[in-house]
């Protein structure tokens, strides 16, 4: 009889040969190296510091690709998004204290959007750590502390033996549904110590699977199937799951309209007779989602952007699947089905019958027409003119990136993704300074597709040192600056106090970095997009406008 303890992996030949002749000179910051090599990691992202250089000394003899931004806060947006393209676990290196603290932005926003961002950081020697104070550079009384309400998990290193097995679990909490941004420490003496470990070469971290209970989908496709009016929200967790394919079947199946958050753009294909497309903050819509008397979720928590701010009462049953067991039933009751949304759909695919509902498609037209005889009473004409100039030259799989500005705030409702995972923004923690480091992250995840950035001249300001980065690498992406004096959604709020920002000359600043650089109009943003997008390398285009929202329906 064979026993589960009796099951072990065997050494292979080359494994021992590896262990009995270690390379000599190897450090804490090679095993971490080697660690995530064993992982599957291929690029980091990061800066080098005092405490953290034998782990980057250790990279710069490895394989992996470092792709060093000009500050913490940047390469941890860039990582965030490396994370989003690929749905990898992706190294984000970090030195102690101030260093590691840039990156806390950065950090809340891969928390938010569920982005699996590896944050590997030093930290002072053994002897300080656990609030001993011994005035080391960089040192904080806990600097754990800082991010363990932020990140998904934190994992504190002491001695290098700890090292391969701290960073697996890691790397697998940042994989397991939901993802996240999880955070390892490492004592600068643990990484400059010279090490007799053998060189790592068997590591796993396999991600657990969230599976729903069968009796909970038993009864969703109950109440679905037997639905008068069912409709489906459908949220980032399908987008990051790669269930659209699943959630289409679904929605088919069943003749039901599908609404997208904003996270969950591209989640459902935008012009198919079931969509409702985006116009969460419109009250056509949210009148349209409260007269179902089923309302799936999938993948979202219904927070605040996707709830009309909170103006969104449901009236019949809600089912609600969401792998983020906290945001289960956060904002309304129903049954709340704790799992991946991809096992979720299929379980559903597998257990409900096909429902009829010819009036389906034209109760979605009705509430469009709502929505656009609504904006058609506003003067925003250029605005959506902006939008349907990006659309039409923005290649349909190249990803783009939206900052907090007020076109993001219009593409939010009325962009059409074409397909998931390429429409991209910082809506999660709403942190300013996110589209361009994000898109350089994209162009390194997908080197052969043009990448577009758009931002207001506000938040391009916490990005312009990071033009460097772009031309260093030579990093294919196209940055959009809308330039309206200041931060113009602010003002829009009423807000003049601080709002009005002169700013610098970027066309001139841009060529400056030897990024090339242009004006553009709104008349002649096609042809420049179309230009910037099909040249290889970062380009810069600006656009002198003030642009303005459309009337909110939430007040």
């Known amino acids: 009889m064979t026993h589960d303890h009796d099951l072990v992996l065997r050494p292979t030949e080359a494994q021992k040969a590896a262990a009995l002749a270690p390379p000599p000179g190897r450090t804490g910051g090679d095993l971490v190296v080697e660690t995530l090599r064993g992982l599957g990691a291929t690029t980091v ?69 569920s982005a699996p961002v590896l944050a590997i950081s030093s930290q002072v020697p053994v002897a300080g750590l656990g609030g001993g104070r011994r005035g080391h550079l960089h040192e904080l009384r806990d600097q754990s502390a800082s991010f363990r309400d932020v990140v998904k998990s934190v994992h504190t290193v002491r001695t290098p033996s700890q090292i391969p097995s701290v960073i697996a679990e890691a790397w697998e909490s940042a994989l397991t549904a939901p993802h996240g941004p999880v955070f390892v420490e490492i004592p600068e003496d643990v990484l400059r110590a010279e090490t007799v470990i053998p060189q790592v070469t068997g590591v796993d971290a396999t991600p657990h699977e969230l599976a729903p209970r069968p009796e909970l989908t038993a009864l969703a496709a109950h109440w679905l199937e037997n639905a008068t009016r069912p409709v489906i929200i459908a949220g980032g967790g399908v987008v990051r799951s790669d269930a659209a394919g699943k959630l289409k079947q679904l929605a088919e199946r069943l003749n039901a309209p599908v609404v997208t958050t904003f996270g969950g753009k591209g989640a459902f294909p935008w012009t198919h007779p079931l969509s409702l497309q985006s116009w969460l903050e419109d009250r056509h819509m949210t009148d349209f989602l409260e ?198 959604i602010l003002r829009e709020y009423g807000c003049d106090a601080g709002t009005q920002l002169p700013g610098p000359d970027f066309v001139a600043l841009a060529q400056s970095f030897g990024v090339p650089a242009a004006t553009t109009t709104p008349e002649s943003l096609k042809d420049d997009l179309k230009e910037s997008l099909g040249t290889p390398g970062p380009s810069v285009l600006l656009l002198s406008a003030k642009l303005k929202m459309f009337a909110p329906t939430h007040l």
């Open 45 to 113: 992202f990061g800066l080098p510091g005092q405490h953290a250089l034998a782990l980057f000394d250790a990279v710069g003899r490895s394989d992996l690709r470092l792709v060093g931004l000009r500050t913490e806060n940047n390469a941890g947006f860039a990582a965030d998004a490396y994370g989003r393209i690929t749905g990898e676990a992706v190294p984000l290196l970090l030195s102690t204290g101030p260093g590691a603290l840039m990156a806390l932005p950065a950090l809340a926003e891969a928390a938010a959007a």
């Open 291 to 488: 007269d179902a008397d089923v309302l799936l979720v999938v993948g979202s928590g219904l927070g605040e952007l996707s709830s009309n701010y909170h103006t969104f009462f449901p009236t019949g049953r809600v089912v609600q699947i969401e792998a983020d067991l906290g945001k289960l039933e956060s904002n309304h009751a129903g049954l709340g089905i704790h799992a991946d949304a991809r096992l979720a759909l299929q379980a559903l695919l597998e257990t409900v019958t096909e429902r009829e509902d010819a009036g389906a498609p034209e109760r979605v037209r009705a509430v469009l027409a709502d929505i656009a005889a609504r904006l058609a009473t506003q003067d925003v004409a250029l605005e959506q003119e902006l939008l349907a100039s990006i659309r039409a030259e923005l290649p349909a799989r190249s990803p783009s990136f939206w900052d907090m500005t007020i076109l993001s705030y219009w593409a939010w409702s009325a962009f059409d993704p074409k397909h998931p995972n390429t429409m991209h923004s910082a809506q999660g923690a709403g942190g300013l300074g996110y589209a361009f480091p994000a898109a350089l992250g994209a162009c390194v995840a997908e080197p052969d597709t043009p990448v577009l950035a758009v931002s207001g001249d506000g938040g391009a300001m916490y990005s312009v040192a990071d033009l460097a980065t772009a031309k260093q690498h030579e990093l294919d992406v196209t940055w959009l600056i809308v330039d309206d004096g200041g931060y113009g």
